[in-house]
């Protein structure tokens, strides 16, 4: 296995600006630091993930990236309505923040926090990703790669750029 090429196993760091395809406008973006992924984990999103495969360090591209394969289409339905108390009290409530429920199946569900009404104390979950829906752009600068330990394969992510810090 090449050292140098993007593929199964690499810890790739990169930069990158994530745009909206339909209007151009930047969704989000890596500042200070570049973001770091275990490649072939579904560490991001499977369409950026493929589009990445066989690049090198200092390669530069724009990945565009369908809803379907980025965070899905958006299913249908009104957001649920939950009463704040229904939460630890120490949780903070925050517009975006994503919550994993377990139901009586042990089946875990995911939501995201799509609004707080503080008025009524309730808040609006939907288990739609807030970008569900959306088609992206990714550019992206690969900035570094190397091969992961045998801890990150173990764990299925990264432990920083450098392989060292372990935060968990
Ligand atoms: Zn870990």
Do not use: C, W
Not at 89 to 94: Q, R, S, Y
């Amino acid at each position: 296995m090449s050292n140098s090429i993007v593929a199964d196993d690499m810890v790739v760091s990169f930069n990158y600006t994530l745009r909206r395809a339909s209007d151009n406008e930047v969704l989000d973006a890596s500042e200070d630091e570049p973001m770091f992924y275990l490649h072939g984990a579904s560490n991001i999103v499977p369409g950026l993930e493929r589009q990445l495969t066989g690049r090198a360090v200092g390669d530069k591209l724009t990945a565009n990236v369908p809803a379907a394969e980025a965070y899905g289409e958006k299913e249908p339905g009104d957001p649920q309505r939950v009463p704040m108390d229904a939460f630890p009290e120490d949780m903070p409530l925050v517009e975006g923040m994503p919550l994993i429920a377990e139901g009586p199946d042990g089946e875990h569900h995911h939501f995201f926090i799509v609004g707080v009404d503080e008025e009524d104390e309730v808040v609006l979950i939907d288990s739609n990703h807030p970008l569900a829906g959306v088609d992206l752009a990714f550019e992206v600068e690969i900035v570094a790669l190397r091969a992961a330990t045998a801890e990150e394969l173990e764990h299925g992510h990264p432990h920083g750029p450098d392989g060292h810090s372990h935060h968990h």
